[in-house]
């Protein structure tokens, strides 16, 4: 029987939702009392499917001690919490024994009868001018911006007793709103450093209706009072990272390996008690499969990772840096249980970065393309399969980007289903979870797994042809992008009867296109080669430099495509093409410089802002409000240092994996890691 079907056979979604369902019964918020009970039934069922070396690695977290250069988080624990309207009348509002989601992560306590005070809102309140003109010291504030940023202006700098926010984080118009979901209440957090614990106080996260009760009461001009009562504590606690493997037997040093973050507030069913608890149900169904002996045991160790979010990864691998070279690919499983029509989501694999070329991406994607034809039937004008999938380009933003992150450089991809309605709120709850979902991406990553661990040369041969196969459809589409582009571009009518500068714009489009496809062709060459790391073989690497051949050959056809475009526009337009294209003073500067990294890992966004300062770092946050593509470029500007390349060459190797990037940007960003002494210029 193929190894598709056995796994197809032993997966099983309804194992796998109840591993899930125990998972959300835990608050599991980073350094909280729950978390560890959460780590500990993980361990404990690891112990039962036979993974004997199942165990608890322990981190401190007191929110100062620091891997590489992400601070801990603090510990932290919660009994009960409770907010009232105090007037115009008397009533319960919310309680964290109900909804523990509504209260602010790292809240402290009150004095145990409570505190009563009044209710100014503050609009946003993340910055000075939503402060203007009103008086919030030892007051509550109402606030729609996020509740770290909230405590910073108003309890920290302004005295203000407590926070209350009622929007989303991450809205998305039209798709993901406050109001779509108005009893929801959002999963807010204070999360503070050492440092900062006592200027700490409380705060409530109430849903977008009761916010606008609130709301409602303010604007009737009448004083609106509330009264608190909190037991919560901040303390010197640990963070909890679990591990296990299925050790290999024959290249037990070679590792592939699952992840899954098993933080966020009780229930978070999706995100991401769906992706620890389908971790689970994927060792059992390879510890089923071996002991039954329809598989044998793997040639590879598979290992697996349940995490607290990033700082979990960070300070697994800050500890194991000696382990980087056993680990050959890995997936990460954040988000994949959705219900998809409740939740609008969309199975994505997210691709490793351009930093990290890796055969792994289009080989998971034809898993999921092949999924529709294992669970779904056909029909005579094709498949049956209503199962939404799609693959983006690298987004980070979860565990997969500690391992492609360039210190590490262990090619490892995401499977997210995105977006959803109901993400970091309370109302992600198990009803929203699938066991559909839940055995389609089991049995994808099963399957990849399972191949990996026991791939052999002729494994890698079928990868690199698919990687080459695939590349070469990537360098089309960018080739049908630039001509599609280049015709735009000469009907823009900001340019129309301004034929110089129109001139100018055409030669820098086809410059950014021939600049992209030089870049695809070094990616997927790349990628191509790295199925290399499963196995060195004579054979295999002569039909590699045949691919890459391949790959360069069609290259040149199609830079020459873009030109023959430029010309036939050129021709028709009666337009001069200037034969070079003046350099700015930042791209002969970003020219001259060759950064050196000074640090590993991903980098701590909270670092820099300590490096620069807080006025200084504002001009990032403005950034990010304009481009919010440029925070996933500040990470491949690092990604790309390799001490040989130029900091201009790192740029267009940016601006090919996403899109043009301001040349200014890039030498401002790269000028404030050197002030923060994180990289220096040879």
Request: glycine share 6%; hydrophobic share 35%; with cysteine.
């Amino acid at each position: 029987m193929s190894l598709s079907k056995l796994v197809k056979d032993e997966i099983s979604g309804v194992v796998a939702k109840g591993f899930v369902e125990q998972i959300c019964r835990f608050h599991r918020i980073q350094g909280f009392t729950m978390f560890h009970e959460a780590a500990e039934y993980v361990r404990n069922e690891l112990l039962k499917i036979g993974l004997k070396d199942a165990l608890i690695e322990q981190f401190t977290a007191d929110g100062e001690t620091q891997y590489w250069t992400h601070t801990s988080p603090v510990g932290w624990t919660a009994k009960s919490a409770e907010l009232y309207l105090a007037e115009p009348e008397e009533r319960l509002i919310v309680r964290y024994e109900d909804v523990p989601t509504c209260l602010h992560t790292y809240s402290k306590a009150t004095p145990p009868e409570g505190v009563t005070a009044e209710l100014v809102d503050v609009g946003k309140g993340t910055k000075p001018k939503d402060y203007e003109g009103k008086d919030v010291k030892g007051k509550f504030v109402l606030a729609t911006g996020r509740a770290h940023q909230v405590h910073e202006e108003a309890v920290w700098k302004r005295g203000a007793l407590a926070v209350i926010t009622d929007t989303l984080t991450y809205e998305m118009p039209g798709v993901r709103e406050s109001l779509d979901i108005p009893d929801a209440h959002a999963y807010q957090g204070i999360w503070p450093k050492a440092e900062e614990i006592d200027k700490v106080t409380f705060g409530f996260s109430l849903s977008k209706r009761q916010g606008n009760m609130l709301r409602a009461l303010l604007a009737k001009g009448k004083t609106v009072k509330l009264k608190a009562k909190v037991d919560a504590q901040i303390f010197s606690g640990y963070s909890d990272v679990v591990t296990a493997t299925i050790p290999g037997k024959s290249k037990p040093d070679e590792e592939i390996f699952l992840i899954a973050h098993l933080c966020h507030p009780k229930q978070s069913a999706n995100d991401n008690a769906s992706g620890s608890g389908l971790l689970i149900e994927i060792a059992r169904t390879i510890m089923a499969l071996v002991n039954s002996g329809k598989i044998q045991p793997p040639d590879r160790t598979i290992r697996f990772f349940w995490v607290p979010e990033t700082l979990g990864t960070v300070a697994y691998l800050s500890k194991h840096e000696n382990t980087f070279n056993r680990f050959i690919a890995g997936i990460n499983l954040d988000m994949v249980g959705q219900n998809q029509e409740l939740c609008k989501s969309t199975l994505n694999l997210d691709r490793t970065p351009d930093s990290c070329p890796s055969y792994l991406n289009d080989y998971v994607y034809s898993l999921i393309e092949q999924s529709t034809k294992e669970f779904d039937s056909p029909t005579a004008f094709g498949s049956s399969s209503t199962f939404r999938y799609a693959t983006t380009a690298f987004s980070g933003g979860s565990d997969h980007a500690e391992f492609t992150e360039a210190t590490v450089h262990a090619p490892c991809v995401m499977l997210l289903q995105w977006p959803d309605l109901y993400y970091h709120t309370s109302m992600d709850t198990t009803d929203k979870v699938s066991e559909d979902s839940l055995k389609r991406v089991g049995w994808i990553t099963t399957v990849a797994v399972l191949t990996l661990a026991n791939a052999t040369a002729e494994t890698a041969y079928l990868l690199a042809q698919l990687t080459a196969s695939k590349g070469i459809t990537r360098l089309e589409d960018a080739t049908t992008e630039a001509t599609e582009t280049l015709f735009k571009k000469k009907e823009d009518p900001k340019l129309k009867g301004k034929p110089e500068e129109l001139a100018k714009e055409l030669a820098k489009t086809a410059a950014y296109y021939k600049n992209k496809i030089e870049h695809i062709v070094w990616r997927e060459q790349e990628a191509t080669k790295s199925t290399q790391k499963l196995v060195q073989n004579p054979e295999l690497a002569t039909f590699i430099d045949t691919l890459c051949m391949d790959i360069a050959n069609q290259a040149k056809q199609k830079l020459m495509q873009i030109e023959v475009t430029l010309n036939f526009i050129a021709k028709t337009s009666a337009l001069t093409i200037p034969a070079a294209i003046e350099e700015t003073e930042q791209e002969k500067e970003l020219k001259k410089l060759v950064p050196k990294r000074l640090f590993k890992g991903t980098l701590s966004f909270d670092i820099l802002k300590k490096a620069l300062g807080e006025k200084e770092y504002e001009w990032y946050e403005e950034i990010w409000e304009k481009d919010p593509q440029f925070a996933k470029k500040m990470g491949e500007l690092i990604n790309f240092i390799d001490g040989k390349r130029n900091a201009h060459q790192i740029l267009t190797a940016v601006s090919a994996e996403y899109n043009e990037t301001n040349p200014e940007l890039a030498l401002k960003f790269l000028r404030d890691l050197e002030k923060a002494k994180l990289l220096t210029f040879e």
